[in-house]
């Protein structure tokens, strides 16, 4: 937890695994949308990330850390340098495999990114953060108009982790946009009891993770399934 993070970095000012895991930890918390403080999180993730990358620029954890972060930044081309690196490092590494499906997904290179998700999925099929793996699939699916091949894996991100919340919103999104609106309607639900600080879709909309999830299309789907638009 960040917590842990943080008490191991006031024990050891040059740790540099503490300095890395408080990045990620505080990206993640952003782009998780748990986090309502976006514009301090992301400047704060980056200040620790840089300090590690200043004792131990090619250390692949601070590689994953710098490659995760701009990825939320959508500085795409650097995170895939970055993530690029932590790969030739160790082929293995499920989680960046995962990093890089986003990063190439958010760029519109969909086949390399199902590549990537496919890959972490087989990596570590035991992973605890599976459910990422196959989300990234459903969402890559869905932006690719294949509907069932981005249900059937969205499903089973949520079979694995019923409490993340995204899958719900592709969902809902592309349940509205085949007109299915109860459907729609009850992702959308689940995914606002899954993510408590998500209120409205206007708020959603505040927070960009992707251009790729920033068009009208998108949030016209979602407000045509939320009652609180």
Known sequence: SLRLFEVALAADPANVAAMCGIAIERVARVTSLWSEDRAGGIPAAEEMALRAQAIAPANPEVRFAIGFLRRIQMRFDDAIVELSAVLRDNPNNAGAHNEMGWALGFSGRDREAIAHFEESIRRNPRDPMLFLGY???GYVRYEMGDTEAA???LR?????????????LIIAASMAEQGKEAEARDALAAYYRTNPTATTISALRASPVSPRLSGESFYNALRRADSHA
């Open 151 to 153: 249900m059937d894996a």
């Open 156 to 168: 089973q991100s949520i079979g694995l982790n019923p409490r993340f919340s995204w899958p719900h």
């Open 135 to 137: 989300f990234g699939l």
